[in-house]
């Protein structure tokens, strides 16, 4: 959970009063937040330098409040977001109104996209803060929010990237380009540097940065780099990385630029209403933003960011959309578990900053949901904020009128039965991940990703979980060579999911419930797993039922598993269908795996047998 440093003087002064500690923990555990820590700032200076008490520089000693925040409310990761929250909470405050400044469509600053974006970040999405006072405060707040929103939602800027600028400093139109231009073309001086760099060479420069080189990786192997220019020609950003020194913010700056460029669209606009909608209280005229309009090179249009009248034509940003979500009343009160009449429904929803009103005629609820709250999503998450405006402490304990006993799944109690057997036949059950790297789940095991199969994860956290596993093979010899030493034979076995891709679900993928077992030896063991893979086969039949000893086939040439030795292996059928296989695993898996002896392995799909 994200967790936001605020001074708690600048705190009070925004909610208008002062608060003892266990007031505000008591006012934040109300709305849903949690006071995590207090410090104070020349102790936040010591931790992060890793200083002793005595060498830090100052004598400041403002009190930090350290807030841990839901992951998903982007609009509470600064002080304006969460002072603005509670003022409204406590009813000091109305929810405000957010709108684009209304001008002529021909003064609309405008940002042009080259076709060669698509290559590397397709998207950008712009608005302009007019007449903004900054002061050393709410100018840290500022940097700071965009910091948290690169971690969070924006993934460390791989799918988005913040850039702000004076706009007192260039010159519109803007363009937004990948040209065809080698790196080395681009050249500017970068932020917080008076020598100017090429674009390679700052890529180079950064690597020793311990900011900025965790994002290097995002463009450096690309053959183009994505440039903001203006209309003199002056480099405002290359992003992901870096800002240029020309147009760099500061305490005097009044009308700010503020540019996203993304891979994701629906996470740029979101970023880019948090920044505004946060920000634009300092403006001249308070939460009203200047529109920018962005011209694809194709014509592009996004109809939510292309309303009517003298922008139509264009895509224009920010869109501070308010949706509008149509909800029964019983389905916001049922769940909660407390009868709540209509008028107190729209009072606990105003205090959580979502418009209200009672379409009467047939008792539904429409709530507006303004764009700083993002994370509203479906009718619960209306309901969930209910339950907390109304205080989760104050919903009466009761007992369920039904009082049926649940059960396990059929499934989850035909798998104990199986683990039970193996188990007595002499093999020990083992849990390995889900996750497991690509070169594991194929190649490894001989295998190729035919891009149909496999579930990949798109940004693994480690090289160890690229992908959902497809068999419980690698994870059974990966637990096999790290207890290599054991005495021979080392029988194991798991009984877990994997997980396939597929159409028709509507996640798109589906679990599989599977057993695998095997059996490593100084010989190979084939009757070992053979005599294991009968007894499965004569347990799991009905007593009504002979016993079936034709469940076996072995593989021919056009049919046969790359990961077993070659006429070493057999298939296994079940009504018809083959539910498994078993054999010597192949000489050149056990090298890559790095085990010396001979094993055989078995795996079922058990919902078959079910």
Known sequence: MPTVSVGRDRLFQALGRSYTQEEFEELCFEYGIELDDVTTEKEVIRKEKHLEATTVAGDSEEVIYKIEVAANRYDLLCLEGIARALRIFIGKE????????????????????????????????CAILKGVS????NYNSFIDLQDKLHQNICRKRTLVAIGTHDL???????????????????????????????????LEFYRSDLKL???????????????????????LSLPPIINGAQSAISLRTKNVLIECTATDLTKAKIVLNTMVTMFSEYCDSKFEVEPVGVVYPDDRQFEDCAPEGAFKGKNIYPDLAVTVMDIPLAEITSPIGVSLGVAEVIRLLEKMQLHASLNAANSVVTVYVPPTRSDILHPCDVMEDVAIAYGYNKIPKTKPKCMTTGGQQPLNVFSDKIRGEVSRAGYMEVLTWLLCSHEENFAMVKRKDD???????????????????????????????????????IKIFEAGDIVLLDGTRDVGALNNRRLAALCCNVTSGFEEILGLATRIMQVVRKPHEPANADFIRPSNVRFKEPEFFPNRQCYIVYNGKQIGCFGIVHPEVLEKFGIPDPCSFVEIDVEALL
């Open 213 to 235: 080189k965790k994002f290097l990786p995002i463009i450096e192997n690309s053959s183009v780099y994505p440039v903001i220019y203006d209309k003199n020609r002056t480099v």
């Open 94 to 125: 109305k929810i405000p109104v957010y709108s684009r400044r209304e001008i002529p469509c021909e003064s609309i600053l405008q940002i042009n996209v080259s076709k060669e974006t698509s290559q590397i970040r397709p998207y950008v999405v």
């Open 168 to 202: 007192d400093k260039v010159e519109g139109p803007f363009s937004y380009e990948s040209q065809a231009l080698k790196p080395q073309d681009i050249t500017f001086v970068p932020l917080k540097q008076e020598k100017s760099f090429r674009a390679d060479e700052l």
């Open 451 to 489: 891009g149909v199969t496999a579930v990949i994860i798109g940004n693994p956290r480690t090289s160890e979980f690229e992908v959902v596993r497809t068999s419980l093979m690698s994870g059974l010899l990966k637990t096999l060579k790290h207890n290599i030493d054991h005495r021979r034979p």
């Open 134 to 137: 900054f002061n050393g405060a």
